[in-house]
């Protein structure tokens, strides 16, 4: 699988982030199956680790996602984190990483898209090819957006 043929479905049955009954006892079975030394705390790098082994999506989701999903879940609950936790992922804290990481990587994948020029930068030109496929994800808005834009 690669980032131009990401199957959206497979992705989200891997990350199991819905408030359910289900995706929760499927949470926690990932969970356990990212912590391999069960002390209930998740490195980023144990979470990489899991992703790698045991969901096999490494040849998809990319560092910078994984990273910043890590980060934006391990920074919600700072008030009840120990100093040497707040490195860390807890159970709780899991789900929001695996809702981080379905968003993060949409936008990833979407601006890798856009920016056909593999620059990491997003030109007025790669914009406005991309209008249509912007207007098709996101609705009228974009139209609002680009008159913003197109105007400075």
Excluded at 84 to 90: G, R, T
Aim: hydrophobic fraction near 40%; glycine fraction near 4%.
């Amino acid at each position: 699988m690669s980032l131009k043929d990401v199957d959206w479905a497979e992705l989200r049955a891997k990350l199991p982030y819905e408030k359910t009954e289900e995706q929760k006892a499927k949470r926690m079975e990932l969970f356990s199956r990212f912590d391999p030394n069960g002390n209930g705390i998740l490195s980023l790098a144990e979470v990489t680790k899991g992703i790698r082994d045991e969901l096999g999506l490494e040849d998809v989701l990319v560092k910078a996602p994984v990273d910043a999903a890590f980060h934006k879940a391990k920074s919600v609950n700072q008030e009840s984190k120990s100093a040497s936790k707040d490195d860390y992922i807890d159970k709780r804290e899991f789900r929001l990483f695996l809702f981080y990481l379905r968003q993060y990587f949409e936008y990833y994948v979407a601006f890798e898209r856009v920016d056909t020029s593999g620059d990491h930068f997003i030109s007025m030109v790669e914009l406005a090819d991309a209008l249509p496929q912007l207007e098709q994800w996101l609705g009228e808005k974009v139209k609002k957006m680009w008159n913003r834009c197109s105007k400075k």
